[in-house]
């Protein structure tokens, strides 16, 4: 008797676990190919961004490039720091798409407002693009820690109502030897095997997931050191 026939021949119930234990399966491999496809490209442009950004000196033409790299993270936390920092040298006037570059932010310190803290400003504008962009990357992962933790007992219900019915039928038959027992415990069992194949990828790839989503969030963080060094840089030249 394959796997096939014994979902076949399963009772009601085992047949509505099995055809939930999917809909969670099906929902959580498309997930899975989803972030994967999601985190790749991410990572991909962040590594090309990173080059530009490390080997230009015009913040300006630094910014037009990073609009070709709209999955990036990093590119988002840039985009954002620019942003202040623009506004920051021009006292909050002007286009938020446009800033200045390096030897723009020079001649225009003289007009920056007066702030305690600036580079402070900038910290946390940092801080709170990046916490933006790690919620976004964690979206949908609570499904597949819910599908992993769930799934096997879903499975076990399954199971056990399997086994109580298997009895039932012996009971009412008044025969318990093994040739009428095993079929029943078999087609009972099948639900426990489909829980654990529903569970097993979604809890190997949230695994995967939330730990690049913490790789992420770290290259973010020195990122943003970075920015803030360079901004710290700039502005002490300038006075």
């Given at each position: 008797?394959n796997?096939?026939?014994?979902?076949?021949?399963?009772?009601?119930?085992a047949?509505?676990?099995?055809?939930?234990?999917?809909?969670?399966?099906?929902?959580s491999?498309?997930?899975?190919?989803?972030?994967?496809?999601?985190?790749?490209r991410g990572?991909?442009?962040?590594?090309?961004?990173?080059?530009?950004?490390?080997s230009?000196?015009?913040?300006?033409?630094?910014?037009?490039?990073?609009?070709?790299?709209?999955k990036?993270?990093?590119?988002?936390v840039?985009?954002?720091?620019?942003?202040?920092?623009?506004?920051?040298?021009?006292?909050?006037q002007?286009?938020?798409?446009q800033?200045?570059?390096?030897?723009?932010?020079r001649?225009?310190?003289?007009?920056?407002?007066?702030?305690?803290?600036?580079?402070?400003?900038?910290?946390?504008?940092?801080?709170?693009?990046?916490?933006?962009?790690?919620?976004?990357?964690?979206?949908?992962?609570?499904?597949?820690?819910?599908t992993?933790?769930?799934?096997?007992?879903?499975?076990?219900?399954?199971?056990?109502?399997?086994?109580?019915?298997?009895?039932?039928?012996?009971?009412?038959?008044?025969s318990?030897?093994?040739?009428?027992?095993?079929?029943?415990?078999?087609?009972?069992?099948?639900?426990?095997?489909?829980?654990?194949?529903?569970?097993?990828?979604?809890?190997?790839?949230?695994?995967?997931?939330?730990?690049?989503?913490?790789?992420?969030?770290?290259?973010?963080?020195?990122?943003?050191?970075?920015?803030?060094?360079?901004?710290?840089?700039?502005?002490?030249?300038?006075?």
């Amino acid at each position: 008797m394959n796997a096939v026939s014994l979902v076949v021949q399963s009772g009601l119930v085992a047949k509505a676990v099995l055809l939930l234990l999917l809909s969670f399966s099906l929902m959580s491999w498309t997930l899975i190919f989803m972030k994967f496809g999601v985190f790749r490209r991410g990572q991909r442009e962040s590594t090309q961004f990173l080059r530009i950004f490390r080997s230009a000196k015009n913040l300006t033409a630094v910014f037009e490039e990073s609009k070709r790299f709209a999955k990036s993270p990093i590119v988002s936390v840039f985009q954002e720091g620019y942003r202040e920092l623009s506004q920051m040298v021009k006292g909050g006037q002007g286009p938020a798409n446009q800033g200045p570059d390096a030897n723009e932010l020079r001649a225009m310190v003289a007009e920056i407002p007066i702030y305690k803290e600036p580079l402070e400003l900038i910290s946390r504008t940092l801080r709170h693009a990046s916490m933006k962009e790690v919620a976004q990357q964690e979206r949908y992962l609570i499904f597949l820690a819910t599908t992993g933790n769930v799934t096997p007992f879903v499975g076990l219900f399954g199971t056990v109502w399997g086994i109580m019915d298997a009895f039932a039928s012996i009971g009412q038959a008044g025969s318990a030897n093994l040739g009428a027992v095993a079929p029943g415990v078999a087609e009972a069992l099948i639900t426990t095997a489909a829980g654990l194949g529903a569970a097993i990828p979604a809890v190997i790839a949230y695994n995967y997931f939330l730990n690049r989503v913490r790789r992420q969030a770290t290259e973010m963080e020195i990122f943003g050191l970075e920015f803030l060094t360079l901004a710290e840089r700039i502005l002490g030249r300038s006075r």
